[in-house]
């Protein structure tokens, strides 16, 4: 039997086959273990979530992430960006962008992030900094043999005292930001992150050259 937790507008519903969006069905279409206890979990409406937390359970990290959604507030948020190509000698203008929080709560200190990929959304989820700013769904975002030149580049940083269901409601609900597709210069990874981080941080705005 499944469980349900309800705040506002939201809802987000947990059972064995999956995760509600909006209300619409999703199944879990994929996942994966490693060494890391990592988990990777596919749903409908273009987005994926990823644990490094993972207790190697579908279910159980479900009802996390619902648990983490319904009750989180964010105390932090940065931008960092890595090049669109390793082999760029500067990303001052053509990089990929992403958004990182720290939630605070009773279980201790929880790592986000989340980005736009071309066909997806990407929520990741750990304990450790490192994992959410250095990977992306488990894997290096820069490779080893090219991290000697590259690596994830900070942009910038403020406070936040902002809900974490008020973001699930801003972009899944108001926004409708799973189904917006991916557009180079009208609807890229800077246009999400900066929506993102408006919408979150406390005193600060993030401005961008296309």
């Known amino acids: 039997m499944g469980s349900s937790v309800s705040r506002g507008a939201s809802k ?21 273990n490693n060494s890391n206890k ?9 987005i994926r979530y990823y644990s490094y937390a993972s ?4 279910d159980s990290d479900l ?18 960006k890595t090049p669109l190509s390793e082999y760029q000698w500067t990303n001052s203008v053509f990089f990929h962008v992403f958004v990182i929080f720290y939630t605070n709560t009773s279980e201790g200190g929880f790592w986000w992030s989340l980005e736009k990929r ?13 994992d959410v700013r250095s990977k ?7 490779s080893r043999k090219n991290s000697w030149y590259w690596e994830p580049q900070f942009i910038i940083r403020d406070s936040s005292w902002e809900l ?18 991916y557009h180079f210069a009208e609807e890229s990874c800077k246009t999400f992150a900066k929506i993102v981080f408006d919408k979150v941080a406390t005193n600060k705005k993030w401005y961008y050259i296309i």
């Open 164 to 181: 974490f269901v008020d973001l699930y409601d801003f972009l899944i609900i108001d926004t409708d930001q799973t189904n917006v597709r």
């Open 38 to 46: 990592s988990i990777g979990i596919q749903w409908h409406g273009h």
């Open 136 to 142: 992306i769904e488990g894997e290096y975002r820069i």
């Open 63 to 80: 009802a996390d992430l619902q648990k983490h959604i319904n009750n989180d507030r964010f105390e932090m948020l940065y931008l960092y």
């Open 118 to 130: 071309k066909k997806v959304l990407i929520l990741q989820m750990s304990r450790d900094f490192e």
């Open 12 to 32: 987000v519903d947990c059972d064995t086959n999956g995760i509600s969006w909006k209300g619409s069905d999703s199944t879990v279409a994929e996942e994966s």
């Open 55 to 58: 207790k190697g359970d579908i």
